[in-house]
């Protein structure tokens, strides 16, 4: 198994981001996503006050994100966007844990190691 600490940090960031990637593009149950990491996919409060319409398309747009660049990406990690919906604006994240969703990742690039958690919320929520 390769870890973190053999492969240069250029390398793991496009690893990690081709990770989320993929499990953004499955949490609309895309089964061309068979190898996706696993991972949980929510909403805050704030965004599900929106409606199940709003909730629905902001999922698709999540999905579908490829709005990354070195500002808004530093590490590039592809773990969090920005989504103008109307008059809002939505922000989703992923957050990397261990396989109990207790801690961070011991291995951010290893999907045996670790679980996603992308979390869609408004940024007055964060």
Request: glycine fraction near 8%; avoid cysteine.
């Amino acid at each position: 198994m390769t870890t973190a600490l053999d492969i240069d940090p250029v390398q793991e960031a496009a690893l990690i981001a081709t990770q989320n990637d993929a499990f953004r593009h499955s949490i609309l149950g895309n089964n061309t996503v068979a190898d996706a990491p696993q991972g949980q996919f929510v909403m805050t409060r704030g965004v599900a006050a929106l409606g199940i319409d709003a909730q629905l398309e902001l999922t698709r747009r999540v999905a579908a994100f490829d709005g990354f660049n070195a500002d808004s990406d530093p590490q590039g990690w592809h773990e969090m966007g920005v989504i103008e919906f109307g008059d809002t604006t939505v922000w989703f994240k992923i957050d990397l844990y261990d396989t109990d969703y207790t801690y961070g990742s011991p291995e951010p690039s290893d999907p045996e190691q670790t679980r996603r958690v992308l979390t869609l919320l408004l940024p007055s929520e964060y």
